[in-house]
């Protein structure tokens, strides 16, 4: 018989959970601090850092409800790992971004590996999928 998520998840040092909840806070703030900045339009400097990365202001707001819907499934434990995927496709973009314009592109890889990281040493689930030792 096989343990249950819970049942495995007690096995976990308080240490390590909470290296993780710290590990996951951080982007996840971050990237809920865009999606508000996305909705706040700062004018005039929002617009001109929207022509310069080439998406149009008017993308704004679904960039900002996709932004906070995949963070909301990644705080929730039941879809985390659905958020985490969903989240290193969005920050995939992110990164493509800013590649194609010049711009320095590893703010966006270090959240995406902050959240993997993060969900990996809270989640037996993962652990058993992506073994770091064997």
Avoid: N
């Avoid at 996951?24 to 999606?35: R, Y």
């Avoid at 996709?66 to 434990?77: A, D, F, R």
């Avoid at 995406?112 to 030792?133: D, I, S, V, Y």
């Amino acid at each position: 018989m096989s343990e249950s998520p819970q049942a495995s998840s007690a096995h976990i040092s308080k240490g390590l959970l909470y290296t993780s909840y710290v590990l996951s806070a951080l982007p996840v703030l971050m990237l809920l601090f865009s999606a508000y900045m996305k909705i706040a339009q700062p004018q005039p400097k929002y617009a001109e850092g929207m022509a310069h990365i080439g998406w149009p202001v008017e993308l704004s707001l679904a960039l900002a409800a996709l932004e906070i819907t995949c963070t909301v499934l990644y705080l929730i434990p039941r879809t985390s790992v659905l958020g985490a995927v969903l989240l290193a496709a969005y920050l995939g973009g992110a990164t493509a971004t800013h590649v194609r314009v010049g711009d320095p592109w590893y703010t966006p890889v270090a959240l995406g590996l902050m959240l993997w990281l993060g969900l990996w040493l809270r989640e037996p689930r993962l652990k058993a999928l992506l073994p770091l030792r064997s």
